[in-house]
């Protein structure tokens, strides 16, 4: 909020709190007089109203499909949320809730995809202070689609939450698919591209304090949450393949096809290279 009001040409403030109502006003990020309280309240609840500065921006025509896109985002993260947004220009109104939260975040993005399992996988757990919440689903896609979030803000350049499901994803597909004899035929072990490949997955962390490489918070530095991260994919997701054999020999068959792939891809660039470097024959 300090960042909005830093920008907007005025901004009022209003808050319902204690059965009672409280306002305050600013003007360029300076407050024109101290909280008062206007009256009494009989719900709670915080308004906050700006107008975008002309002096610093070259627009300030607010994009409809922006900010419903973020608010739907945030509807997914957060399971049960009601959002109501009223464009008053055109008296458009989207209202988003999503009682299923990750996991119909995790089938939105898995349209027109073949799923490798119909249910979506979903840990949740909290510890040391930070809650963990993961979504994912393997589909026949060879892409991997992984999206990190901190407090709900999205990480785009991931960071140690991003660092620890990976880690742990790529050592419990190895452990699990060698105890069960579905890695056999490969000389080595999976990489974490081959676990990952057609992954779909959300993972999402609640901070008390988190630390970030940039005011932009793109990704996250807190050195704490990888093995916290990786604790608690490791433990709920290892639960879940005892509990789903069938799920986890689909996902561990779907990246030993992923290893041959690239082994053979490299076999094939050797060849490649080596034909290259023959010396031409003269004629």
């Given at each position: 909020?300090?960042?909005?009001?830093?920008?907007?040409?005025?901004?009022?403030?209003?808050?319902?709190?204690?059965?009672?109502?409280?306002?305050?006003?600013?003007?360029?990020?300076?407050?024109?007089?101290?909280?008062?309280?206007?009256?009494?309240?009989?719900?709670?609840?915080?308004?906050?109203?700006?107008?975008?500065?002309?002096?610093?921006?070259?627009?300030?025509?607010?994009?409809?499909?922006?900010?419903?896109?973020?608010?739907?985002?945030?509807?997914?993260?957060?399971?049960?949320?009601?959002?109501?947004?009223?464009?008053?220009?055109?008296?458009?109104?989207?209202?988003?809730?999503?009682?299923?939260?990750?996991?119909?975040?995790?089938?939105?993005?898995?349209?027109?995809?073949?799923?490798?399992?119909?249910?979506?996988?979903?840990?949740?757990?909290?510890?040391?202070?930070?809650?963990?919440?993961?979504?994912?689903?393997?589909?026949?896609?060879?892409?991997?689609?992984?999206?990190?979030?901190?407090?709900?803000?999205?990480?785009?350049?991931?960071?140690?939450?991003?660092?620890?499901?990976?880690?742990?994803?790529?050592?419990?597909?190895?452990?699990?698919?060698?105890?069960?004899?579905?890695?056999?035929?490969?000389?080595?072990?999976?990489?974490?591209?081959d676990v990952r490949e057609?992954?779909?997955?959300?993972?999402?962390?609640?901070?008390?304090?988190?630390?970030?490489?940039?005011?932009?918070?793109?990704?996250?530095?807190?050195?704490?949450?990888?093995?916290?991260?990786?604790?608690?994919?490791?433990?709920?997701?290892?639960?879940?393949?005892?509990?789903?054999?069938?799920?986890?020999?689909?996902?561990?068959?779907?990246?030993?096809?992923?290893?041959?792939?690239?082994?053979?891809?490299?076999?094939?660039?050797e060849l490649s290279l080596?034909?290259?470097?023959?010396?031409?024959?003269?004629?």
């Amino acid at each position: 909020m300090s960042a909005v009001n830093a920008v907007s040409e005025t901004l009022l403030l209003e808050i319902k709190r204690g059965g009672k109502r409280y306002v305050q006003h600013y003007a360029r990020g300076v407050p024109l007089a101290p909280l008062e309280e206007v009256g009494p309240a009989t719900d709670t609840g915080t308004r906050v109203t700006f107008k975008p500065d002309h002096e610093i921006f070259s627009s300030t025509e607010f994009s409809f499909d922006i900010l419903n896109n973020r608010l739907r985002e945030l509807a997914f993260l957060n399971a049960g949320f009601d959002v109501t947004f009223t464009d008053e220009r055109t008296d458009r109104k989207v209202e988003h809730r999503f009682d299923g939260g990750l996991r119909q975040f995790i089938e939105t993005l898995n349209k027109g995809k073949e799923a490798l399992h119909d249910s979506v996988i979903h840990l949740k757990a909290t510890l040391e202070g930070v809650e963990v919440e993961l979504a994912m689903q393997w589909s026949d896609s060879y892409n991997e689609a992984v999206y990190a979030y901190t407090n709900n803000v999205h990480n785009k350049d991931g960071g140690t939450h991003l660092t620890g499901l990976r880690t742990a994803l790529t050592r419990l597909v190895n452990t699990y698919g060698t105890e069960k004899k579905l890695l056999k035929d490969l000389k080595a072990p999976l990489s974490g591209e081959d676990v990952r490949e057609g992954l779909t997955c959300i993972v999402a962390i609640k901070h008390p304090d988190p630390a970030f490489s940039s005011q932009t918070k793109d990704k996250l530095v807190s050195s704490e949450v990888k093995g916290i991260v990786e604790g608690v994919v490791g433990e709920n997701l290892n639960q879940f393949f005892e509990e789903n054999p069938i799920v986890a020999k689909r996902i561990c068959e779907k990246a030993v096809i992923a290893a041959r792939a690239r082994e053979a891809a490299r076999k094939a660039r050797e060849l490649s290279l080596i034909h290259i470097s023959e010396p031409t024959r003269p004629y």
